[in-house]
């Protein structure tokens, strides 16, 4: 008979990769633990993980999980802060019980994981063999530059939330970015800019001028 840790063992095998964001994706690599996600946040790499940081675990059967913020974010007030690297054992532990219970129930938290940044999966998949040749379409962007007016008018993800801020005030935009919104098909503006930054861009200007 299968001991009670087996069980946790294989339950948590479903899970193959974890991946940390920031506001500009500086992490684009799979990582084998959560742990190591987040030290990325932890790291001084990050940029303004408090605000927009995020942990993503990717499953086997092409689903993924959005680890909960509240175990490695902390709030105070209108202020956010990443935890304390002291504080990374009791959060792991902690996220590891969380992710054993939604594998457990199957829950219904998941999501495809092709809609969860980046939006290619078989790209991240790729990425697990750190053997693995980067595919030759993501080699080509990598080297192309920017041409004619791309370069003035095409908006950044700073500009997205320096423009959230100066609307809402920090604390509002961390958590707008965060929340599924309508007119982004139910996505969140921090998973949409990956897909269409324009239209986010779009989405914050709309707010400004009273358009929505």
């Known amino acids: 008979m299968p001991s009670a840790q087996s069980s946790k063992d294989n339950l948590l095998e479903r899970v193959f990769a974890y991946r940390a964001f920031d506001l500009r994706d500086r992490f684009p690599q799979p990582l084998e633990t959560f742990r190591q996600a987040l030290e990325c946040l932890q790291s001084d790499d990050a940029y303004l993980p408090d605000m927009s940081g995020e942990i993503v675990a990717y499953l086997r059967d092409g689903r993924a999980l959005h680890i909960p913020e509240h175990f490695f974010i902390r709030h105070s007030g209108n202020s956010s802060a990443v935890i304390s690297p002291k504080e990374n054992d009791q959060v792991c532990e902690a996220v590891y019980a969380w992710l054993l219970d939604k594998l457990s129930q199957d829950s219904n938290d998941s999501l495809d994981a092709s809609t969860v940044r980046p939006a290619r999966l078989n790209i991240?998949?790729?990425?697990?063999?750190?053997?693995?040749?980067?595919?030759?379409?993501?080699?080509?962007?990598?080297?192309?530059?920017?041409?004619?007016?791309?370069?003035?008018?095409?908006?950044?993800?700073?500009?997205?939330?320096?423009?959230?801020?100066?609307?809402?005030?920090?604390?509002?935009?961390?958590?707008?970015m965060k929340a599924a919104h309508s007119q982004l098909d139910g996505k969140t503006p921090n998973l949409s800019i990956e897909e269409d930054l324009a239209r986010v861009y779009e989405l914050v200007s709309q707010m400004r001028t009273g358009t929505r």
């Open 124 to 176: 991240l998949l790729d990425q697990c063999d750190p053997n693995a040749p980067e595919p030759d379409d993501i080699q080509a962007w990598q080297q192309m530059r920017d041409v004619g007016r791309e370069i003035i008018d095409s908006p950044s993800r700073e500009d997205i939330w320096e423009e959230a801020v100066q609307l809402m005030g920090e604390a509002k935009a961390r958590r707008w």
